[in-house]
């Protein structure tokens, strides 16, 4: 997907967390808070706290996507405290599940929606997140199916293609994903030229001052995430035309 935007030069701030209940936590395209939770615990609400303190230092934060693809927990009471605090806030919210979100993350995504605090994207919890009937069936209000093992890959590198994105070729050799390149190279176009009479083999571009490349930016292609950062980014467009 290339409507999704750009990611900003560098990703602002990234939380190292492993073994905490929030996995990351970093900025995509300058002004989205992205929040990758692995379990609902009593110390959530406090690592979502200051992750968002450390990410709006230097960003001024447009909206914020909440994570909750494979995550459980059974702390039912931090899940509800922790629905309050984004209820009260003020920025648009997208709550990424699916079918592994489960238990308290289950409730809060739950939660989130019945408050109308923000929109639900992927694909709807399993039978099992419903806790024996205590928490709703949740249906995602934008529903992206996505295999389990991409998800899974997407998670750790939303940037870059999944193991089995190439299995379903549009033509040979041609991803969905990835656009086709013209491996031509310079040098070839430059003799091409000259056998053609149109330059001397004393100029051309691989004789011009060389210019420093800018650096190529790097598209999402989690499509749950995408569709997430474009809800935020066109949000951030509406406020700003009405302000």
């Not at 491996?183 to 001397?200: C, F, M, N, P, Y």
């Amino acid at each position: 997907m290339t409507l999704v935007g750009l990611l900003s030069a560098q990703i602002s701030s990234q939380a190292d967390t492993t073994g905490s209940a929030l996995a990351k936590s970093v900025v995509l395209e300058s002004n989205v808070e992205y929040l990758q939770v692995s379990q609902i615990g009593k110390d959530l609400g406090d690592e979502i706290c200051a992750a968002q303190d450390t990410l709006s230092v230097s960003n001024t934060i447009a909206g914020i996507i909440l994570d909750l693809r494979f995550a459980g927990g059974d702390d039912f009471d931090s899940a509800k405290a922790i629905a309050d605090m984004f209820v009260s806030g003020k920025l648009p919210l997208a709550i990424l599940v699916n079918g592994r979100t489960r238990g308290a993350s289950a409730a809060l995504a739950a939660d989130l929606r019945e408050k109308r605090a923000g929109l639900v994207f992927g694909s709807a919890p399993g039978p099992d997140a419903s806790a024996g009937g205590k928490i709703p069936l949740l249906q995602p209000d934008v529903s992206v199916p996505v295999d389990e093992d991409d998800e899974r890959s997407f998670q750790q590198n939303p940037f870059g293609p999944a193991p089995q994105m190439d299995a379903h070729p549009v033509v040979a050799g041609k991803s969905d994903f990835l656009p086709f390149v013209d491996h031509t190279t310079e040098a070839d176009l430059v003799r091409a030229k000259i056998k053609d009479g149109d330059q001397d083999e004393n100029s051309g571009p691989q004789f011009a001052p060389k210019q420093p490349s800018a650096p190529q930016p790097q598209v999402i292609r989690d499509p749950v995430m995408a569709r997430a950062v474009d809800l935020i980014k066109g949000l951030a467009v509406v406020r700003a035309s009405h302000s």
